[in-house]
């Protein structure tokens, strides 16, 4: 299966909360990060955790981390319609350059 | 903005034919990186070089190269093109090597007809 594996789409109202989940296979993974592509765009750096954490919360956004389950979550609170966007999930390794990207979760914020 | 360019944001060529992307780090940053996104792989790693050398290759066709200068720019040259490398080439550039961050250009939209 693929390294990091990501659900394809999420539809959320305006001012809920957004959860998009990732799941990643490799043990050794170091950092977890998660972007965000709005449409045309380049990929922007959103937040990112290390392993060793279990929790990391910056404004609106909270990421979740289970090293059990190897299982990270994105929190969006209060989402808003400018939220709309593809967030990638990715992971790097040490010793290792490289970053590995799940396919994304499309979301969708609904007025 | 990352801090991080490149140019041109979109290219337009034949099959056949071969192009050069070019891409310049933040001013911090050593590392850079190159990624292709297309709509059935994903975000695929190319290559790395750090100061000047290559560091690590990933799932770079042989009809791609890639170099980074002294003033630590880079650049990517894909030759002989084909209609499926049409993507979106990202550059991105780091302090070091390892784990640190990567911060993202805004990609060079490639249409290969």
């Known amino acids: 299966g693929e390294d990091v594996e990501q659900s394809l789409f999420l539809s959320v109202r305006e001012g809920d909360s957004s959860v998009i989940n990732c799941t990643y296979t490799d043990s050794s993974s170091t950092y977890l990060y998660w972007y965000k592509q709005e449409p045309g765009a380049g990929l922007q750096l959103l937040t990112y955790?290390?392993?060793?954490?279990d929790m990391k919360q910056d404004q609106r956004l909270t990421v979740l981390l289970n090293k059990k389950d190897k299982h990270l979550s994105l929190r969006i609170a209060d989402t808003q319609t400018g939220d709309s966007a593809i967030y990638f999930c990715a992971e790097s390794r040490e010793g290792y350059s490289t970053l590995t990207f799940g396919k994304g979760t499309m979301l969708l914020v609904s007025p | 903005d990352s801090g991080v360019t490149q140019t041109p944001k979109h290219l337009i060529t034949a099959t056949g034919q071969r192009v050069t992307l070019r891409c310049s780090p933040r001013?911090?940053?050593?590392?850079v990186y190159w990624y292709q996104q297309s709509l059935d792989q994903g975000l695929q790693f190319l290559i790395h070089?750090?100061?000047?050398?290559?560091?690590a290759k990933g799932n770079i066709l042989e009809r791609f190269s890639a170099q980074q200068f002294p003033d630590l720019h880079s650049e990517l040259n894909l030759s002989s093109l084909e209609l499926g490398d049409s993507a979106l080439y990202f550059c991105?550039?780091?302090?070091?090597?390892?784990?640190?961050?990567?911060?993202f250009g805004p990609g060079t939209r490639l249409t290969v007809l």
């Open positions: 991105a550039s780091s302090v070091g090597t390892g784990t640190d961050t990567q911060y």
């Open positions: 955790i290390f392993s060793n954490m």
């Open positions: 001013s911090e940053d050593l590392s």
């Open positions: 070089y750090y100061n000047g050398e290559e560091r």
